[in-house]
């Protein structure tokens, strides 16, 4: 438990590589043997916000009086290019080598710790292991933890396959929980559904604002590890009077589970709420697999196509740079497959006749202020999807699959067998 292991299809965000050693502590192993580590995010105040004309800009800003060396440290640290042929110069080389011909440094001398310093040792810390005594004492000091109701707990891992990288955060959510921090207007008192939530954190920001957000992914232990981070974050939720409720929601099913004896399951309330009331669909860094893209795409179209309001759905995620064999050059498969499943969305009118919707595609502006700190860097987009119903009577099929049916005021799904038809029809695509 003194390093981390790295295979080769081992992902790691760089989300935590600008957090302090003392705000990310390792607190126990999930069930499936990973390191869980413990991140404590602060929302800045409004004299905080960052600039963002240049991505990055605040966050370089943040860090340089931190790492701004001091006078002595300056004078102990500068280096001084020697001429040729004076010594420590290109003309002294051969008198600096060793017995084997190498060049043998001459490093200075270190101070003896004991010795007074102006700078302090530096110990690098890769995992440290954490107790909740120590994090209850922690919260009673530098002003309970800096303002406690500022501070977001986030639970996640560090390092995963790419199958349990909802275990990790990344840059996505960050963009999108800013976005509702700079426009809560937006989403005050609403009902909100979210897509792929992994960790949770842009749900517990959404939960500051909106009423009831259903915050929805797949697997026993990352939901698990969603539910203890929204139980962490009452604090931030509780004085606006919203419920987060975590949820499973299967992309890649047709169904919704209502069997009251397995765990994340769905009412028969909770189904005709979402149907009756959402009016807004989020989803955080979701689209890097094109499976998972599809996935997400079918559900959208679907759920649109059966919930009674129009529907803003926004969607995050990061624009990801590769190197392919396939086209010896850098590209972004996953980036170019979203793209064209928004297009395909958009222009089909057709067959938004036939859902009983229309789709409009807006793909925002990030220059709204940063609230979270991290590195905002261009690749980093948001994208409004609007779905209106349409005044039409009866649809007829569905451009997904077989079988739709909806009227102008669409009829929610029934449970029978302790499941709730979310996909109507056989998906072949």
């Not at 959208?300 to 392919?324: A, D, Q, V, W």
């Not at 209106?388 to 699959?401: K, R």
Request: negative net charge; hydrophobic residues 30%.
């Amino acid at each position: 438990m003194n390093q981390i292991t790295f295979q080769h299809d081992t992902v790691l965000s760089d989300v935590h590589m600008l957090q302090p050693d003392d705000r990310r502590l390792m607190t126990r192993l999930n069930a499936a043997g990973q390191p869980v580590f413990l991140t404590k995010f602060r929302i800045l105040s409004d004299g905080e916000h960052h600039d963002n004309s240049d991505p990055g800009k605040g966050l370089k800003e943040a860090e340089e009086e931190r790492c701004e060396p001091s006078e002595d440290e300056d004078k102990d640290t500068r280096v001084t290019p020697a001429n040729d042929g004076e010594e420590g110069g290109t003309g002294s080389v051969e008198s600096c080598l060793d017995v084997d011909g190498d060049i043998d440094i001459q490093r200075r001398p270190r101070k003896d710790p004991g010795e007074e310093s102006s700078r302090d040792l530096v110990r690098p810390i890769i995992l440290k292991q954490a107790s909740w005594a120590r994090e209850e004492e922690d919260e009673g000091t530098e002003d309970e933890d800096e303002t406690c109701k500022d501070v977001i707990k986030i639970e996640h891992t560090m390092a995963t396959s790419l199958e349990d990288v909802g275990k990790q955060v990344w840059l996505g959510a960050f963009l999108l929980a800013d976005f509702i921090l700079a426009q809560p207007h937006l989403f005050r008192g609403a009902t909100v559904l979210e897509l792929g939530a992994g960790t949770g954190l842009t749900s517990i920001v959404m939960g500051s604002v909106a009423t009831t957000l259903y915050c929805t992914d797949v697997g026993e232990d990352l939901l698990s590890m969603c539910k203890r981070n929204v139980t962490l974050n009452q604090h931030i939720i509780q004085p606006a009077g919203g419920e987060v409720k975590v949820r499973q929601l299967d992309w890649l099913q047709y169904d919704l589970c209502t069997d009251a004896d397995v765990e994340f399951s769905w009412t028969e309330e909770e189904v005709a709420d979402l149907y009756d009331n959402t009016e807004i669909i989020i989803a955080a860094d979701v689209c890097y697999e094109e499976d998972l893209t599809d996935g997400l795409f079918r559900t959208l179209y679907r759920l649109c196509s059966n919930l009674r309001h129009t529907c803003t759905i926004f969607i995050s995620l990061e624009k990801r740079m590769n190197f392919t064999l396939r086209h010896m050059d850098v590209s972004c498969d996953a980036y170019n497959h979203f793209s064209r499943c928004l297009q395909q969305l958009e222009e089909e009118e057709e067959e938004e006749q036939k859902a009983g919707r229309r789709f409009t595609v807006e793909r925002l502006a990030t220059d709204f202020r940063q609230s979270l700190l991290y590195e905002r860097i261009e690749q980093l987009e948001l994208w409004k999807v609007t779905a209106t119903a349409l005044p039409v009577s009866t649809v007829t099929s569905d451009p997904y699959g077989e079988g739709l049916k909806c009227e102008t005021e669409p009829s929610h799904p029934q449970g029978t067998g302790g499941q709730v038809e979310l996909l109507r029809g056989q998906v072949d695509r």
